[in-house]
């Protein structure tokens, strides 16, 4: 009996400051979720459903929000995911000479922190005496110029872009260490058979890889819907609300007073990253076994 007790008490501690400072406030956000709390007055009281048909009226705004929030996820996941496979393939098994260098010279962006990176960007695409623009009318493509974080059009796409170049490389590493894993009797075989560099891609390296994509999707998932701090920094939601996600909201209700509100959003973006990262971690292991 001490035998199986024995490690609860090395476990204990930290369950217990588990429970107290992460599933606690859980639960409570929950509670609040339904409720009308705010900075305007003391009294908390239940309203139901109130706080999440103000969240899916659709002339509150904050479908925009879900949706750009989704985009961003999605976008961020095809871009990082493709540039990162492309970019392990390629330092795997074509460019052999100076591979480290290339690899910490890719992955170097992610070690660089999000505030540094986004003001950084914001400086470079200020549409006036950017860095990206200046060079473009420099060279003779001043039509290619674009007012980049304050157009309503190119605001997204350019917070996209940030940070796909600041995360690729991030996803690169974890690729590459799954590419490595995989046996090279594989690839000899394939040889054998008369395979081409990609069909040794698509039949062996892709569906051994699948694991470490489910991983990779699922850590893009999680960041993506609760992008904040890029967002923050480049546009601050801006222009016209064009790039607001749902934390930024959350932030701003917060500002504002609405907790009530604010904690509803929350709760609705828990739930859906839990979700969502079920069945995508389902989806790849059953393309994993086919």
Same mark, same amino acid.
């Given at each position: 009996?001490?035998?199986?007790? %024995? ?10 400051? %588990? ?12 509670? %609040? ?25 659709? @002339? ?12 961003? /996820? ?6 990082? !995911? ?51 623009? /200046? ?6 493509? @001043? ?72 991983? !990779? ?17 480049? !546009? ?6 064009? !790039? ?47």
């Amino acid at each position: 009996m001490k035998s199986r007790a %024995y490690p609860f008490y090395f476990a204990g501690g930290a369950l217990g400051l %588990y429970l107290l400072f992460y599933v606690l406030p859980s639960v409570m956000g929950f509670y %609040y979720a339904f409720t009308d709390w705010n900075s305007y007055s003391s009294e908390v009281n239940f309203v139901g459903l109130a706080n999440l048909k103000l969240i899916f009226a659709s @002339g509150q705004g904050y479908l925009l929000f879900i949706k750009n929030t989704v985009v961003f /996820t999605v976008a961020t996941i095809l871009t990082k !995911t493709v540039i990162a496979l492309g970019l392990a393939v390629l330092l795997t098994s074509g460019l052999k000479r100076l591979a480290h260098f290339h690899r910490v010279i890719m992955y170097l962006p992610a070690v660089l922190p999000m505030l540094v990176v986004s003001l950084i960007f914001k400086s470079i695409l200020n549409p006036a005496t950017g860095l990206l623009n /200046t060079f473009l009318r420099e060279v003779g493509l @001043g039509f290619l110029a674009q007012k980049w974080l304050v157009d309503v059009h190119w605001a997204m796409p350019s917070v996209i872009g940030v940070d796909t170049w600041r995360g690729a490389g991030y996803i690169m590493v974890i690729l590459i260490a799954g590419i490595q894993a995989i046996p090279k009797d594989y690839y000899e075989a394939a040889a054998i058979d008369g395979a081409s560099g990609w069909n040794a891609f698509r039949h062996v390296t892709l569906p051994l890889l699948m694991p470490v994509l489910a991983v !990779t999707t699922v850590l893009n998932l999680l960041y993506g819907l609760k992008v904040f701090d890029i967002v923050f920094v480049l !546009t601050n939601g801006g222009p016209g609300r064009a !790039t607001d996600t749902v934390y930024t909201v959350i932030f701003d209700e917060f500002s504002k007073g609405r907790y009530g509100v604010a904690t509803a959003l929350s709760s609705i973006l828990f739930l859906v990253m839990i979700g969502l990262g079920y069945f995508v971690i389902r989806f790849m292991h059953r393309e994993e076994t086919r």
